[in-house]
């Protein structure tokens, strides 16, 4: 059984498209992490969020608490997005221990 | 640079040997965590250290160990080694206490055991 799960699993698109990377998960939460894996296999964390959306840049990350859903948009995309995106969520009732999706594999095509 | 220290970068060892990652975590946070992500398992939650002392165990086996040094800086003992073991090691810090404030991840070691 997965806490968290991701769709798709893989993800190729053109330059320039619009991308979005689904998140539901099954816990009770307050918020939930979108996290970023580069191809050399470093980890950073994009976003945390408990309610609505946040934006950073060409991204945005939303989250629906009462449906246990998120999802993370990139707009124009570009090839340097090309990277696993991860979805993690926190146990419940504990600080910083997470369940984390499978992954997003996302490559974008010059 | 996100401010989490991991060494080494890469490990090649053999079955049966022992082995320490270390992990020094973003300067004023009290909190380190250390995953593990395996091909098969993907990103597993092993152990968590606040100031010290142990916080919460995850997923990790009797054969690691770990601990968190009076500097705040982590090291994660892996013994008898074996080819399963075979992952990146992630460490993430924190402030600590307050759920996903201000969480970091290293930039992992790769360790391969043969």
């Known amino acids: 059984k997965n806490e968290v799960e991701q769709s798709p699993q893989n993800l190729t698109a053109q330059e320039g498209e619009f991308i979005t990377i689904n998140c539901s998960y099954s816990v009770g939460i307050s918020a939930l992490h979108w996290l970023q894996q580069h191809p050399g296999g470093g980890i950073v964390s994009l976003f945390m969020l408990s309610s609505g959306k946040k934006k950073h840049g060409r991204l945005i990350a939303t989250i629906n608490i009462q449906e246990k859903h998120s999802s993370l948009h990139i707009t124009a995309s570009h090839p340097r997005d090309s990277a696993v995106y991860i979805c993690a969520v926190p146990f419940p009732n504990t600080g910083n221990q997470f369940y984390f999706g499978t992954g997003t594999s996302l490559t974008v095509i010059p | 640079d996100s401010g989490v220290t991991q060494t080494p970068k890469h490990l090649i060892t053999a079955t049966g040997q022992r082995v320490t990652l270390r992990c020094s975590p973003r300067?004023?946070?009290?909190?380190v965590y250390w995953y593990q992500q395996s091909l098969d398992q993907g990103l597993q939650f092993l152990i968590h250290y606040y100031n010290g002392e142990e916080r919460a165990k995850g997923n990790i086996l009797e054969r690691f160990s770990a601990q968190q040094f009076p500097d705040l800086h982590s090291e994660l003992n892996l013994s008898s080694l074996e080819l399963g073991d075979s992952a990146l090691y992630f460490c993430?810090?924190?402030?600590?206490?307050?759920?996903?404030?201000?969480?970091?991840f290293g930039s992992g070691t790769r360790l391969t055991v043969v």
């Open positions: 993430a810090s924190s402030v600590g206490g307050i759920e996903g404030y201000g969480y970091t």
């Open positions: 300067s004023g946070d009290l909190s």
